[in-house]
């Protein structure tokens, strides 16, 4: 693009276009932006708005990177520019047979304006183009990633625009990234009372599984939700019996991160959720009695028996639930990591005790072969020598010192471990 063009386009200057001729207006910048895209870029209106009188056919002109005109506009959020924009384009009704053809013209990333809009938060933009055109065909469109609209809407945490998508066109699409849908989404910021608005305008949103098979239920037990775990139960407790891609129910779940009050609330609405299998065979007993969390919830709903099981093969001895008591006991892995750790610590010393007696007969220098002081070290009057024998005297008492400590404890430590 010559400067002269670019410069006229970013600066507003309307008559430059006046004077020269349409060659002009159909000069690109390395990334294949208009004229238009530029004079929008830096939000020059009057320019813009010159610029589409001159040349209608820019309005639809792209950019490198699939960008419309109107995605710029989007992107800078002044709703007088979407809307000129919308105005031109309606003038080629007659040209395209389609007079809502830029509203839905996506770019690379499979962005409508309405994404665009929404990504940015600019509202203002997001109420035009909802109101120029069929919301539920705008709101149902979904970019390459699988995002909807009201999705990155909430996925921002932006309300005021999602609550308006939800209002303008309820029958919006849902979906997300990663096949999660607007609920998860909601789950994971815990935003309650949007939560019921979306169950409310669309209930299937709570069994939909995302692509590992995660419900919003399983997100809610993940992240330890009580409440939003009643909240999703409140239309049918059939989510509390779907699995993850790994077996996983939303019990186990709960059970896994030691999350007691989103197991209580699961068992007390399915009494018998408790029996559910994963892929390893596994009930949420068997899980909590692995991961070391407590499973005292479980055990007050009538769950005895497979507790019982599961903490034998854990190889957990005290079947009995401590009251007062958490975390007293230790799991077999634990106990072994710790006996080992004892090994390690009396071997080094043993051998510090061995060194160090050994060094209290081969003293560093030797000993004086004759005179009055015979059989004396030869280095006995060195200041170094005699730090050497006063740490290593310390040495080889720690160490001994430390080797009948664990013989003395080791018996009884072992006892209290396994009680």
């Known amino acids: 693009m010559d400067p002269r063009v670019f410069r006229a386009a970013s600066n507003g200057d309307s008559s430059f276009f006046d004077e020269n001729s349409n060659n002009t207006l159909l000069q690109v910048t390395p990334e294949e932006n208009t004229v238009l895209h530029v004079a929008l870029q830096f939000n020059q209106l009057e320019a813009a708005e010159k610029i589409v009188n001159l040349s209608l056919s820019l309005v639809h002109k792209k950019n490198s990177r699939g960008n419309t005109p109107l995605h710029v506009a989007a992107r800078v959020g002044d709703s007088s520019m979407v809307k000129l924009l919308i105005d ?9 047979g389609d007079p809502q053809q830029l509203l839905s013209m996506v770019n690379q990333y499979g962005d409508t ?8 938060g600019n509202f203002g933009v997001v109420e035009e183009l909802i109101k120029e055109n069929d919301p539920a065909k705008l709101a149902k469109q979904e970019n390459k990633a699988g995002e909807s609209a009201l999705f990155l809407a909430v996925d921002r945490q932006n309300y005021h625009i999602a609550s308006h998508i939800l209002s303008a066109a309820p029958d919006c699409s849902y979906a997300g990234r990663h096949g999660m849908n607007v609920l998860h989404a909601l789950v994971i910021h815990t935003n309650s009372y949007f939560v019921k608005e979306v169950v409310k ?21 993940q992240l330890g939700n009580e409440k939003y775990v009643k909240l999703l139960l409140e239309n ?7 699995k993850n891609k790994e077996g996983l129910s939303a019990l186990h779940i709960a059970a896994k991160n030691g999350n007691v009050n989103v197991m209580k609330e699961l068992i007390t609405t ?22 070391g969390e407590k499973e005292i919830q479980l055990w007050e709903e009538g769950a005895r028996p497979s507790l019982r099981e599961a903490r034998f093969q854990m190889g957990i001895q005290k079947l009995e639930p401590e ?13 072994d990591y710790m006996n080992q750790k004892k090994q390690t610590d009396l071997v080094v010393a043993t051998l510090i005790a061995t060194v160090t007696f050994t060094a209290g007969f081969t003293v560093p220098g030797g ?3 004759g005179g009055v002081d015979e059989g004396m070290a030869a280095l006995s009057k060195r200041t ?16 001994i010192t430390s080797v009948f400590i664990h013989f003395s404890i080791s018996t009884m430590y072992t006892e209290v471990i396994l009680s």
């Open 88 to 96: 031109q384009e309606k003038k080629l009704d007659i040209e395209t």
């Open 113 to 120: 304006a309405l994404h665009v809009a929404v990504r940015y």
């Open 201 to 221: 305008k669309c209930s299937s949103t709570i069994d939909q599984e995302d692509d590992l098979g995660w419900t919003p239920l399983h997100v809610a037990a």
């Open 236 to 242: 049918g407790n059939s989510p509390a019996y779907k």
């Open 270 to 291: 399915c009494p018998d959720i408790y029996e559910l299998l994963d892929l390893k065979g596994q009930t949420a007993l068997h899980v909590a009695a692995e991961s």
């Open 323 to 335: 009251e007062g008591s958490e975390d007293k006991k230790m799991s077999t892995s634990e106990l």
């Open 367 to 369: 000993f004086k072969s």
């Open 384 to 399: 170094a020598f005699r730090v050497f024998l006063i740490a290593n005297t310390l040495a080889f008492g720690l160490s």
